[in-house]
């Protein structure tokens, strides 16, 4: 058998984002057959090349992960032939897709309009911090700025410490999801009129429907939203991480069926009819002693005999992992959303793969992440008919 048909393997991506948020969209269109070209600045590339890179390497790990499955030429865009090379490009391209700063692209000769003349059926993709209209349009922004904008670092934290961003790059990512979400609607949209058009996302946007329980919370005049590991306003008890003999688990008991689960799980099921628990909002008035009679039975376990218990019984519990163990998940692997590679630059490593399946296959890497401008000759040479004298110029000119 061969390789399956994939929904996008007629298409082709010019690719000019950076770090997270951009690179995860087209990482994404990538899984689902779309031929995806990194365009980068000579000599050093996109700056995520340069995260947490290891001495001696030419890239590091985010870098490695979020851009396999693509190609990468380099090209100066500032620079008058590299605006012309690029034009060429765009007329054989189904999609451009930038995350720079609002308006980067008009400056350099190469916004929407401009590249739409080369080609009326391109869809071209922006993706900005607070978008290209309001009155943020102007301001740079970066995942943890967002997130402070956005009302995530609010709602995260101790009820009596500062507000905390999140460890996760949430923003970046939400975003990026966004903005594949966009592409395929606009693919859709596309090949319905023969028109292309322009896909606009921001981080700003992505990052308030996060927001939907706490301002549940809120409406209903609940102010303590910042509460830890609880839920906002301590309205569902038990609700919290809980100490198990070997880390932590999380428990989340929201009804009081499971309740009464629980309470026979902890050998207690006397508290499923006590005045002080029975229902949901004794259990939330009474919450740090809830806390308490749970903790002191999840101390006498391991996280993993807490996991299979409480499965078994159908009440919510999760093993608080560490890194290693989630990169070493049986679950994870198996499904293949992990898998383990010997990458050709960085050696044995584990890489993620897309969360989205079609027909249930496993999504499978087709090529490692790209050296710097390893495309350069296949694509000025096969696509544009440059002869080798003419790429040869073109790098001592430092436009590729």
């Not at 007329?91 to 008009?106: C, S, W």
């Not at 991480?241 to 309740?259: C, E, T």
């Not at 939330?284 to 809830?290: D, F, Q, S």
Request: glycine share 10%; with cysteine.
């Amino acid at each position: 058998m061969g390789q399956p048909l994939l929904p996008l393997d007629d298409l082709r991506i010019l690719d000019l984002t950076h770090y997270y948020q951009g690179p995860y969209a087209t990482f994404l269109l990538s899984h689902l057959g779309a031929e995806v070209i990194k365009v980068e600045a000579p000599g050093f590339g996109e700056g995520g090349r340069a995260l947490f890179r290891r001495k001696g390497k030419p890239y590091g790990t985010p870098f490695a992960m979020l851009n396999y499955n693509k190609q990468s030429i380099t090209l100066n865009l500032k620079s008058a032939e590299g605006q012309a090379l690029f034009k060429k490009l765009v007329r054989k391209a189904d999609i451009v897709v930038e995350n720079y700063a609002a308006g980067t692209m008009d400056s350099m000769g190469l916004g929407f309009e401009v590249l739409r003349a080369e080609n009326p059926r391109l869809i071209y993709a922006t993706a900005t911090g607070f978008g290209l209209s309001g009155p943020y349009r102007n301001i740079a922004a970066f995942d943890p700025i967002i997130q402070a904008m956005g009302g995530l670092m609010a709602i995260t934290g101790e009820a009596d410490g500062p507000p905390m961003k999140t460890g996760a790059a949430v923003a970046d990512f939400l975003g990026g999801t966004h903005l594949c979400a966009g592409l395929l609607a606009a693919i859709r949209q596309r090949d319905r009129t023969g028109k292309g058009l322009m896909v606009e996302l921001c981080l700003y946007d992505s990052l308030i429907p996060t927001l939907t329980s706490f301002l549940g919370a809120m409406n209903m005049g609940l102010t303590n939203l910042r509460d830890g590991n609880r839920a906002s306003g301590g309205a569902i008890a038990p609700y919290n991480a809980y100490p198990a003999s070997d880390g932590w688990v999380m428990i989340l008991v929201g009804d009081n069926v499971r309740w009464k689960k629980m309470c026979e799980l902890m050998g207690r099921p006397e508290l499923a009819t006590d005045e002080r628990f029975a229902s949901a909002g004794a259990r939330a008035r009474n919450l740090p002693e809830v806390d308490r009679i749970v903790e002191q039975w999840t101390r006498t376990k391991t996280r993993r005999e807490l996991f299979q218990i409480m499965a078994a019984a159908d009440v919510f519990c999760g093993i608080v992992q560490d890194l290693p163990e989630v990169m070493a998940d049986e679950h994870l692997l198996k499904r293949g959303m992990l898998r383990e590679i010997d990458h050709p630059a960085l050696g044995p490593m584990t890489i993620f793969t897309s969360p989205v399946r079609l027909e249930g296959e496993q999504p499978v890497p087709t090529s490692m992440s790209p050296a710097l401008g390893e495309g350069n000759d296949r694509v000025y040479r096969d696509e544009l008919g440059l002869s080798v004298d003419e790429i040869a110029a073109l790098r001592d000119r430092k436009v590729i």
